[in-house]
């Protein structure tokens, strides 16, 4: 693991409210050992939402119960690829039952930490898990515990998946299907044409519906690519705009930890500065008796 991987999981896995403080230091670090490159990585990462310090918190503390969301995601992808409709739908059951049970072990897990996460943030950790199904890079971060915000997939089915039906098994030798096959050597008759030209026709309409899907299937994944492209861009302001606010927020700290030990420092100066007032006053009375008692003996020896 390279000291950056390392830092990555020091970051997500603490305190939300710890992580620029704890960035900002670990950044400085990097630049003071030299390493400008490691230092300017370690400066963009993000503080991660609520939801997603949830979610990175519970796979860290349940690797056993994350796995099992890797798993349905392989077994999901499997079945779309074979075109196991009754598979398929037993997934489905239990992928939602799954993503509940997960969910609810994510609330517990930051209760733990003293976090009651709300039913927005929950839904939100739903959306994170279920695409995380979807997807492969979803997952990936997941996985590794490395969450900035909650995501949510439009898509239809796990990603890059293509359904290919499942094989059509040839009859064995000798089974009552290859000896009611018909002989090639036997002539056709009338009905046995129509029959044939009804298939042909049944293929020529099924190609054209196919070949319609794929001209609709084409435009739907160019918008969908459009759209995350939007999303991405979108997704980027969002992060440049929240690092901006973490820069201020902890600039803001800095003024105010600044501020409270100028106020402290004025305080004390200013029992200082009545202390000093005090022993003036009390020197201008000094100095009047010490004037009074010169002139007095001044007087004595102009008498004598």
């Not at 990175?56 to 392989?74: E, F, G, K, M, Y």
């Not at 239809?156 to 040839?170: E, K």
């Not at 994944?221 to 929240?242: C, D, G, I």
């Not at 600039?251 to 005090?278: H, I, N, P, V, Y």
Request: charged residues 30%.
């Amino acid at each position: 693991m390279s000291q950056f991987d390392e830092i990555v999981d020091e970051l997500y896995g603490s305190a939300p409210e710890e992580f620029v403080k704890r960035r900002n230091e670990l950044a400085k670090a990097a630049k003071d050992d030299g390493d400008r490159d490691l230092a300017a990585r370690v400066a963009k990462l993000r503080r991660p939402t609520q939801s997603a310090w949830a979610v990175n918190q519970w796979v860290r503390a349940n690797p056993d119960d994350s796995a099992l969301i890797a798993q349905l995601a392989a077994d999901l992808s499997a079945a779309q690829r074979r075109s196991a409709a009754d598979k398929m739908r037993e997934l489905s059951r239990r992928r939602q039952q799954l993503l509940n049970a997960s969910a609810d072990g994510v609330a517990r897990t930051a209760a733990r930490s003293g976090i009651t996460l709300a039913d927005s943030a929950i839904r939100e950790v739903t959306q994170t898990l279920r695409a995380a199904v979807a997807d492969e890079e979803v997952l990936d971060q997941v996985m590794h515990g490395r969450l900035v915000s909650a995501v949510e997939y439009s898509g239809f089915g796990p990603a890059g998946v293509f359904v290919v039906p499942d094989p059509v098994a040839s009859p064995a030798p000798g089974s009552s299907a290859s000896k009611s096959r018909p002989s090639t050597s036997k002539p056709a008759s009338t009905s046995d044409t129509d029959g044939s030209d009804a298939a042909d026709a049944r293929a020529e309409e099924a190609d054209r519906a196919r070949r319609e899907l794929e001209s609709h299937l084409a435009g739907a994944e160019k918008n969908e690519k459009a759209a995350r492209a939007t999303l991405t861009e979108a997704s980027q302001a969002v992060e440049a705009v929240s690092a901006e606010i973490d820069e201020l927020a902890g600039q803001a700290q800095e003024l105010r930890e600044k501020l409270a030990r100028c106020e402290e420092e004025m305080r004390f100066a200013r029992q200082r500065l009545t202390a000093a007032e005090r022993g003036r006053s009390e020197a201008k009375v000094g100095l009047r008796e010490a004037v009074a008692s010169a002139n007095d003996i001044r007087t004595a020896l102009a008498e004598l």
